[in-house]
């Protein structure tokens, strides 16, 4: 049993910076995957990056590529999302979620177990 509490979010202008955090509680995630997703009024839930809590490997979508850093803490059990040079089209309800198993190619929302409230990060043009 894993819960997760997402934050960081907020109101930004294009080009700026945030950091998301995603704070597990319950067990530890050592033997999860964690990956970050956002979800934009009328649009599917995507996957935005994808780290393995044990190899550090890592994934990204190709729109957030050079400009996204994935990273966890193990001593604080949490996994954090650096964004830089946000954009408008960043603009999103931001999800963290966890599934058991340190996966590769794990991209789908509906492969994820558990998830937190979301963060709502706002980009201004």
């Known amino acids: 049993q894993v819960q997760l509490v997402e934050s960081g979010g907020g109101l930004v202008q294009a080009g700026g910076s945030l950091r998301l955090s995603c704070a597990a509680s319950g067990r530890t995630l050592s033997s999860y995957t964690m990956g970050w997703f956002r979800q934009a009024p009328g649009k599917e839930r995507d996957l935005v990056a994808r780290i393995s809590w044990s190899t550090g490997s890592t994934y990204y979508a190709d729109s957030v590529k050079g400009r996204f850093t994935i990273s966890r803490d193990n001593a604080k059990n949490t996994v954090y999302l650096q964004m830089n040079s946000l954009k408008p089209e960043d603009t999103a309800v931001f999800y963290c979620?966890?599934?058991?198993?340190?996966?590769?190619?794990?991209?789908?929302?509906?492969?994820?177990?558990?998830w937190g409230q979301g963060t709502q990060v706002t980009v201004s043009s």
């Open positions: 979620a966890a599934l058991i198993g340190d996966w590769d190619k794990r991209n789908r929302p509906t492969e994820y177990s558990y």
